[in-house]
């Protein structure tokens, strides 16, 4: 059963929006083929998206939220459920009618080694999208290019040298660039700075954050790290086990976060003043990990919590609840969240 949906933000049409999102993979067939086990990958996410808005979609890694990034932009197939792009169907097209989207939403991948043709040059990668739509060619693909490189703070000297003479920090700008010279409207960037030094990070982080303001871009920001997102995102989802088990905006959520998988993930980011913690310290969750290929009933961390209680938080399917009329935007999958005074973040800086 489809859940309700969760606005972007009231009075804003959005501009993306998941509708009970399936992703499962096969993992074991029998002698005629069909599947007999399956991994739950991704299991009824019901996301939206407002124009100029970001997103940041949190978990830890093997949570799903890679896969529902991929799913969006159409890198991988959803087993059911829709994902509408500004009203359109994405999920019910085929190559052909999914094409004119494409330049409308682009990626930014996690890895700026693996994610960049090493036999090619950055003319190529950058310009690559234009051509394959035909968009730009002779002279004017060369400015576009150049143009380009030096809004994401490389010099169009640089264009004939292939990704083996950059850095870390230097490649991610290459994928920035490529990603945005189509002009996209959405933009996935699947932990685009997890792989860079911190004071790297900080710099794409802004880098970011001025091409958002300059050309309007909306943002699913993916990452395993809430410190990273915490002055970039407007709202933010926590996901586990393939589920959204919170969403709010990120000043709420910090403050006070309503589901205990939420409240352990915030107790492990750094804050070197123990006394803005607002916390007792570290949460250390067990490793005991629900089998993807065979759901619990309940709530799937239960396992892990230190709040749950037998035979409630174990037992029927929890749906993703909207708290008071004073709370409206904020959305909790958790049968206690009412009860539990969870502690969040109280002036902590990324």
Do not use: W
Request: aromatic share 4%.
């Amino acid at each position: 059963m489809t859940e309700p949906q969760i606005p972007a933000q009231r009075g804003a049409p959005p501009l993306l929006e998941v509708r009970d999102l399936h992703v499962r993979f096969p993992v074991r067939r029998n002698l005629l083929g069909r599947t007999t086990m399956e991994n739950h990958a991704v299991t009824g996410v019901d996301l939206a998206l407002r124009p100029g808005e970001t997103l940041a979609l949190v978990g830890e890694s093997g949570c799903g939220k890679t896969t529902l990034g991929r799913t969006i932009v159409g890198a991988q197939k959803a087993t059911s459920g829709s994902v509408l792009f500004d009203g359109a169907d994405l999920t019910a097209m085929n190559g052909r009618e999914r094409a004119p989207y494409r330049r409308q939403i682009r990626m930014v991948f996690q890895d700026p080694f693996s994610s960049l043709n090493p036999r090619f040059t950055l003319r190529q990668i950058i310009g690559d999208p234009l051509v394959a739509t035909g968009e730009a060619r002779g002279s004017e693909l060369e400015d576009r290019i150049a143009e380009m490189m030096r809004r994401v703070g490389l010099s169009p000297d640089y264009m004939d040298r292939y990704p083996h003479a950059f850095s870390g920090g230097q490649r991610q700008r290459v994928n920035i660039a490529r990603a945005l010279i189509v002009g996209p409207r959405l933009v996935v960037a699947d932990e685009p700075v997890s792989a860079l030094d911190v004071s790297v990070r900080a710099q794409i982080l802004n880098l970011l954050r001025e091409l958002q303001g300059e050309y309007g871009l909306t943002y699913l920001f993916i990452s395993h790290d809430l410190s990273v997102v915490e002055n970039l995102a407007d709202r933010v989802a926590v996901m586990y086990f393939g589920r959204i088990v919170e969403l709010a905006d990120t000043a709420d959520l910090y403050e006070r976060p309503r589901h205990p998988y939420t409240e352990a993930l915030m107790s492990a980011v750094p804050i070197p003043d123990p006394a803005l913690r607002g916390r007792g310290g570290r949460i250390l969750l067990p490793d005991e990990l629900p089998d993807p290929t065979d759901p619990p009933p309940g709530c799937a961390f239960a396992r892990r919590c230190r709040h749950a209680e037998e035979g409630r938080c174990d037992t029927g399917a929890i749906a993703l609840e909207r708290g008071p009329d004073s709370d409206a935007g904020h959305a909790v999958r958790c049968v206690r969240h009412e009860e539990l005074d969870l502690q969040g973040i109280v002036g902590a800086e990324s």
